[in-house]
Nanobody, 123 residues
Framework: QVQLVESGGGLVQAGGSLRLSCAAS????????LAWFRQAPGKEREFAAGINSGFSTYYADFVKGRFTISRDNAKNTVYLQMNSLTPEDTGVYYC?????????????????WGQGTQVTVSS
């Protein structure tokens, strides 16, 4: 059984940075697509960033060059570096793994999810 565990969330002031991590266990994920989604209070879960097995990266428009997704297959870990944070970035951030196929922006196609980590950006 695959488990994804996120960490690195917290409270930060506007303009600050956070680095989220997601460690996978139960399988080696080097051949899998990985993604970060976020969910703000009262809103649907939305795609933020993704990275496929060939290290190609994809970002939502709202990222606007502020976030960077990366992966370390030796550590079975995916990261999300978030810079220039704004209060609109507040929400729960989830990592997701897709067993077969490349990164896609729809949450429903991912097979495994972490429990989420809270990110709160104060103004």
């Amino acid at each position: 059984q695959v488990q994804l565990v996120e960490s690195g969330g917290g409270l930060v002031q506007a303009g600050g940075s956070l680095r989220l991590s997601c460690a996978a266990s139960g399988r080696t994920f080097s051949s899998n697509a990985l993604a970060w989604f976020r969910q703000a209070p009262g809103k649907e879960r939305e795609f933020a960033a993704g990275i496929n097995s060939g290290f190609s990266t994809y970002y939502a428009d709202f990222v606007k060059g502020r976030f960077t997704i990366s992966r370390d297959n030796a550590k079975n870990t995916v990261y999300l570096q978030m810079n220039s944070l704004t209060p609109e970035d507040t929400g729960v951030y989830y990592c997701a793994l897709r067993v077969v196929g490349d990164v896609w922006r729809q949450a429903g196609i991912y097979d495994y999810w972490g429990q989420g980590t809270q990110v709160t950006v104060s103004s």
